[in-house]
């Protein structure tokens, strides 16, 4: 089931940190100190890897999932060893 925005402003720290699953790999970590962390969990030449995608309230749930989406392009990218260019990393860091 996708993540609501309200999920987000409600998730309360605990002792440990925790993870509140959006969708396709997209899931905020909360941390014991509060602070609120999106990430996108993808598998890379058969290694599991996170992406960090910002910082929850200044990083939305509408701007996480179109930094996922930009992202899944780029890891189909033509040729996994060919560097994109500047500019999409540029993108995905706005």
Same mark, same amino acid.
């Given at each position: 089931?996708?993540?609501?925005?309200?999920?987000?402003?409600?998730?309360?720290?605990?002792?440990?940190?925790?993870?509140?699953?959006?969708?396709? =790999?997209? /899931?905020? @970590? +909360?941390?014991?100190?509060?602070? %609120?962390?999106? &990430?996108?969990?993808? $598998?890379? *030449?058969?290694?599991?890897?996170?992406?960090?995608? =910002?910082? /929850?309230? @200044? +990083?939305?749930?509408?701007?996480? %999932?179109?930094? &996922?989406?930009?992202? $899944?392009? *780029?890891?189909?990218?033509?040729?996994?060893?060919?560097?994109?260019?500047?500019?999409?990393?540029?993108?995905?860091?706005?």
């Amino acid at each position: 089931m996708p993540l609501k925005d309200t999920n987000c402003r409600n998730a309360n720290p605990q002792d440990k940190p925790y993870r509140l699953y959006d969708e396709q =790999g997209l /899931y905020l @970590e +909360v941390q014991p100190n509060g602070g %609120r962390y999106w &990430r996108l969990k993808y $598998r890379f *030449l058969g290694k599991e890897k996170r992406l960090a995608l =910002g910082v /929850y309230p @200044e +990083v939305g749930l509408q701007e996480s %999932r179109r930094k &996922r989406n930009d992202a $899944r392009i *780029l890891f189909r990218w033509p040729s996994a060893f060919a560097a994109p260019p500047p500019a999409f990393w540029a993108q995905l860091s706005e």
